[in-house]
């Protein structure tokens, strides 16, 4: 896993460029209300982000790899209404407690939603998937982490991960970002400065 981070790292050279001479006019509340309402207008109205690429990738195995649907149905540890609560689409307020609790584990700051936006809709893009009830956590989740190791930060380790959303073992979480960048592609690491405005742009106008 360590070496398919590097070969992502070295991809990015104009993503830090970018980061050093853009500056968000979002403080950090504002960035993650405006992350959770993209992230609600992309679960209803079943957003692929425009997926039209010969290269998309609709295996079935790894669309079910990141579907949480039958590890929440056969999860021990979960209540029957805790079950039907992960089964339904979020509220923004659930959306936005997952990102923020995600932020306060791991220092992330507005650049991180800010990468990790971007990061998203490439992935969806690519796979020509949709953000569901039972995979957005885990797609949003794989996003920031990946943000943050592009931006060289210190990320949560796979146990860390676990904590936050138990649904899925440690093993698993290593496995998961294997595929995550497998199925993003290495040529999809780069962040243009038009990818960056059109994020800020979008992240910014979810804040009006």
């Known amino acids: 896993l360590s070496s398919l981070f590097s070969s992502a790292l070295s991809n990015t050279f104009e993503t830090k460029d970018i980061t050093l001479i853009m500056t968000c006019t979002l403080d950090l509340e504002e960035a993650i209300h405006s992350f959770a309402d993209l992230i609600d207008d992309m679960l209803h109205n079943s957003i692929n982000c425009g997926g039209d690429s010969p290269q998309a990738i609709n295996s079935t195995s790894r669309t079910q790899q990141f579907s949480e649907f039958a590890r929440i149905q056969t999860s021990p540890s979960l209540s029957e209404a805790e079950k039907d609560k992960l089964m339904k689409d979020p509220r923004p307020t659930r959306?936005?407690?997952?990102?923020?609790?995600?932020?306060?584990?791991?220092?992330?700051?507005?650049?991180?939603?800010?990468?990790?936006?971007?990061?998203?809709?490439?992935?969806?893009?690519?796979?020509?998937?949709?953000?569901?009830?039972?995979n957005w956590r885990i797609l949003v989740l794989l996003s920031l982490i990946l943000a943050q190791r592009l931006q060289e930060e210190a990320t949560l380790s796979p146990?860390?991960?676990?904590?936050?959303?138990?649904?899925?073992?440690?093993?698993?979480?290593?496995?998961?970002?294997?595929?995550?960048?497998?199925?993003?592609?290495?040529?999809?690491?780069?962040?243009?400065?038009?990818?960056?405005?059109?994020?800020?742009?979008?992240?910014?106008?979810?804040?009006?």
């Not at 995600?102 to 020509?128: C, N, W």
């Not at 899925?168 to 995550?180: A, I, M, N, P, W």
Request: aromatic share 14%; proline share 1%.
């Open 95 to 134: 959306i936005r407690k997952f990102v923020s609790c995600y932020l306060d584990m791991s220092s992330g700051t507005t650049e991180t939603l800010l990468q990790a936006y971007i990061i998203l809709v490439k992935f969806l893009r690519r796979t020509r998937w949709v953000l569901q009830a039972t």
């Open 159 to 208: 146990r860390r991960m676990h904590e936050l959303y138990p649904i899925y073992s440690v093993k698993d979480y290593t496995s998961l970002q294997k595929s995550f960048l497998e199925l993003l592609g290495y040529d999809d690491f780069r962040t243009s400065k038009n990818d960056y405005l059109s994020a800020l742009a979008t992240l910014e106008k979810f804040s009006q």
